[in-house]
């Protein structure tokens, strides 16, 4: 066992009950350095929590020791998959009692990212329609959730197995992405792109005009001909983060989480190849 992180200024320390991490976090050059590119290993990985605040750094606001939070931890610091973290207050938000640790901690990436592409950045209004990529997904079932919630039309992709799961999760339609041709789709007025490379430059060209393409996966490849096209990095957001447990508290969202384990077999989770089906969380307080 380490020694317990210190709070800084502005910082929480935060007891871990569950966190959630992006099994690409290893591949990521914040994982590894700084943002002045200075080498920090040994790293923590995982970046979402849900937790007790059980320090208080100088200059915090908002926040108590005791309080249930959950939230989006730095990508440049030691991350949630621990016993203890130390974050930015202002990264964290309330966790109601009704929602447990393992949702709470299922949350902030999936649903920020969602949130931000769709309403930030994609500017969603009522009776769009938006192509949702990886709908089965952790991502792209909130996408699609919160989409339908905002009055939109939505059609989700993914492989042939994902079909109901997609449906489930409140797409108005199905598309295979290893049968169906993109271009039957039409035109829509927004694509959440969580995949990239050909079926970036495929969905591009069904942007209407005036649309938006909205990617997680790096720099755009393809533009949208009349349409705006953007890259985004989540960022953690403690109004955001409280819009979106309240929808999960009074049903209109529903978490996405596919294994659960525990911090002992938390490596061996990290290291699992294969499709993972939903959002993989590490359960470190029973």
């Known amino acids: 066992m380490g020694p317990e992180p210190q709070a800084a200024i502005n910082d929480v320390v935060v007891q871990v009950y569950a966190a959630g991490f992006v099994n690409t976090e290893l591949e990521w050059r914040s994982t590894w350095a700084d943002r002045r590119d200075r080498d920090r290993t040994p790293s923590i990985p995982g970046h979402e929590v849900a937790g007790l605040v059980i320090a208080l750094g100088y200059g915090t606001t908002g926040l108590s020791v005791g309080q ?6 730095d990508w440049h610091r ?3 998959l621990a016993e203890h973290v130390a974050m930015e207050a202002r990264n964290l938000a309330p966790l109601p009692g009704d929602v447990d640790f393992t949702v709470g901690a299922s949350l902030p990436i999936s649903g920020l990212t969602a949130w931000q592409g769709l309403f930030q950045h994609g500017r969603l209004q009522a009776g769009q329609s938006v192509l949702a990529h990886g709908a089965a997904g952790a991502v792209g079932s ?11 039309y939505v059609i989700g992709t993914g492989r042939a197995a994902d079909r109901q799961k997609t449906l489930d999760f409140g797409a108005n339609e199905f598309v295979d992405l290893g049968s169906d041709p993109l271009e039957d789709i039409g ?10 490379g050909d079926i970036q430059k495929r969905s591009a ?21 009349e349409g705006l096209a953007v890259d985004f990095v989540v960022e953690s957001d403690r109004a955001q983060l409280s819009e979106i447990v309240q929808r999960v508290r009074d049903g209109r969202l529903r978490a996405n989480i596919g294994k659960v384990s525990t911090l002992d077999d938390a490596v061996a989770t990290f290291n699992a190849t294969g499709r993972r089906a939903g959002k993989t969380v590490i359960r470190v307080l029973p």
């Open 142 to 152: 909130m996408v699609t959730q919160l989409a339908r919630e905002a009055g939109a």
């Open 78 to 80: 030691d991350g949630t």
């Open 187 to 196: 035109a829509v007025d927004l694509v959440f792109d969580v995949i990239g």
């Open 205 to 225: 060209a069904l942007i209407r005009a005036g649309g938006t393409m909205v990617t997680v996966v790096g720099p755009v490849k393809a533009r949208p001909a």
């Open 68 to 73: 249930r939070v959950f939230g989006l931890a």
